[in-house]
């Protein structure tokens, strides 16, 4: 794609589903308290400037806080108009308030609420209600089966996830589908093989998969993507600067996958960066622009704290990387021969 001639934020059709979304979308993971306790003015303010630079999709999760990044959205969305955005959350978890938190979330704010593990059917019904509640509004347009993957489970359960979820969280998400609720039902998870397996299982309309296609990562284009190409599956992006080593640079303390760097990540995001300082462009903005580039993929969601996030993140698009940069990541086999790059 030619940013350059592009406006702001270009929209792309959401697979089979007829939804145009913006090519940006806001992921509301870090106003939930991700890595910080928020000021809940600049949290509401972060999903403001997000609808303000031409986002429309919003996506959220019961996990996001336990519920804070839910009411944050729903408190920002609630004075524009509902029919100039979609809603994007997720179920497999509902939120008990009576239970402890516990720490295993990885939030270090957020609400006071115990989250329930749950892809029954029933379960199921119970996240959307809850979902709804917290967002204030009478519908939400795409929901996704959450965190189906051994990151969250473990090896050993993941098989017995899988089935829970085919049996109870799909069954009432097709049920909403069917009865004109929702809009679309997906998946969101990190594991490329997990997207694939519910894309043979079930009939699904989005998949949002996290962290698995970026410049360091391209494994997700040589079968996941052809076969949601295949299937009409419309396809959103996430942890695109994975876990934010691709936004920081190869710096002290960078993250990858949520954990600190190993010296071979380091090593190659160094080789990344020297090519791109050689074009006078910035990691993060090539960063973007690469994974937008595949045809494949309808809108990426990133996450921000703050409006200046926001805008500085809708900006990256106006700063378009030459064609050489591309292809001195391909010469120098940073990036696959046939990578899908801008044009």
Same mark, same amino acid.
């Given at each position: 794609?030619?940013?350059?001639?592009?406006?702001?934020?270009?929209?792309?059709?959401?697979?089979?589903?007829?939804?145009?979304? #913006?090519?940006?979308?806001?992921?509301?993971?870090?106003?939930?308290?991700?890595?910080?306790?928020?000021?809940?003015?600049?949290?509401?303010?972060?999903?403001?400037?997000?609808?303000?630079?031409?986002?429309?999709?919003?996506?959220?999760?019961?996990?996001?806080?336990?519920?804070?990044?839910?009411?944050?959205?729903?408190?920002?969305?609630?004075?524009?108009?509902?029919?100039?955005?979609?809603?994007?959350?997720?179920?497999?978890?509902?939120?008990?308030?009576?239970?402890?938190?516990?720490?295993?979330?990885?939030?270090?704010?957020?609400?006071?609420?115990?989250? !329930?593990?749950?892809? #029954?059917?029933?379960?199921?019904? $119970?996240?959307?209600?809850?979902?709804?509640?917290?967002?204030?509004?009478?519908?939400?347009?795409?929901?996704?089966?959450?965190?189906?993957?051994?990151?969250?489970?473990?090896? *050993?359960?993941?098989?017995?996830?899988?089935?829970?979820?085919?049996?109870?969280?799909? $069954? *009432?998400?097709?049920?909403?589908?069917?009865?004109?609720?929702?809009?679309? !039902?997906?998946?969101?998870?990190?594991?490329?093989?997990?997207?694939?397996?519910?894309?043979?299982?079930?009939?699904?309309?989005?998949?949002?998969?996290?962290?698995?296609?970026?410049?360091?990562?391209?494994? %997700?284009?040589?079968?996941?993507?052809?076969?949601?190409?295949?299937?009409?599956?419309?396809?959103?992006?996430?942890?695109?600067?994975?876990?934010? !080593?691709?936004?920081?640079?190869?710096?002290?303390?960078?993250?990858?996958?949520?954990?600190?760097?190993?010296?071979?990540?380091? %090593?190659?995001?160094? $080789?990344?960066?020297?090519?791109?300082? @050689?074009?006078?462009?910035?990691?993060?903005?090539? @960063?973007?622009?690469?994974?937008?580039?595949?045809?494949?993929?309808?809108?990426?969601?990133?996450?921000?704290? #703050?409006?200046?996030?926001?805008?500085?993140?809708?900006?990256?698009?106006?700063?378009?990387?030459?064609?050489?940069?591309?292809?001195?990541?391909?010469?120098?086999?940073?990036?696959?021969?046939?990578?899908?790059?801008?044009?």
């Amino acid at each position: 794609m030619d940013f350059a001639n592009e406006k702001p934020l270009p929209s792309r059709t959401l697979g089979r589903t007829g939804l145009q979304v #913006s090519c940006l979308g806001f992921g509301a993971a870090p106003i939930g308290d991700l890595y910080q306790v928020l000021d809940e003015g600049r949290a509401i303010g972060a999903v403001t400037a997000a609808y303000d630079v031409g986002m429309n999709i919003f996506d959220a999760a019961p996990l996001y806080g336990h519920g804070l990044a839910e009411h944050r959205c729903g408190t920002a969305l609630r004075s524009v108009p509902r029919d100039s955005f979609l809603l994007s959350t997720k179920v497999g978890r509902w939120l008990d308030p009576f239970a402890a938190r516990g720490n295993g979330s990885g939030y270090v704010g957020g609400l006071p609420h115990g989250a !329930i593990i749950d892809y #029954s059917y029933d379960g199921t019904m $119970r996240s959307v209600e809850q979902s709804m509640l917290r967002l204030g509004v009478g519908r939400i347009d795409i929901l996704l089966i959450h965190d189906v993957d051994a990151w969250t489970h473990g090896e *050993a359960a993941v098989e017995t996830r899988f089935a829970e979820a085919m049996e109870g969280s799909y $069954r *009432a998400l097709a049920r909403l589908r069917d009865d004109g609720v929702i809009k679309a !039902i997906g998946v969101g998870v990190n594991d490329v093989g997990m997207c694939e397996r519910f894309a043979s299982a079930g009939d699904f309309d989005v998949m949002l998969l996290a962290g698995r296609y970026s410049l360091l990562e391209q494994g %997700a284009a040589e079968s996941f993507f052809p076969l949601a190409q295949r299937k009409g599956i419309g396809l959103l992006l996430g942890g695109v600067f994975n876990s934010g !080593i691709l936004a920081t640079g190869a710096r002290d303390g960078a993250r990858y996958n949520y954990a600190a760097a190993s010296e071979a990540v380091l %090593a190659r995001v160094r $080789r990344i960066e020297a090519i791109c300082g @050689a074009h006078e462009v910035s990691l993060p903005d090539v @960063a973007l622009q690469f994974v937008l580039a595949h045809p494949a993929v309808s809108s990426v969601v990133l996450g921000a704290v #703050s409006a200046d996030e926001v805008r500085q993140n809708a900006a990256r698009l106006s700063r378009r990387a030459p064609r050489g940069l591309w292809d001195d990541l391909k010469s120098e086999r940073l990036l696959p021969h046939d990578a899908a790059v801008p044009s």
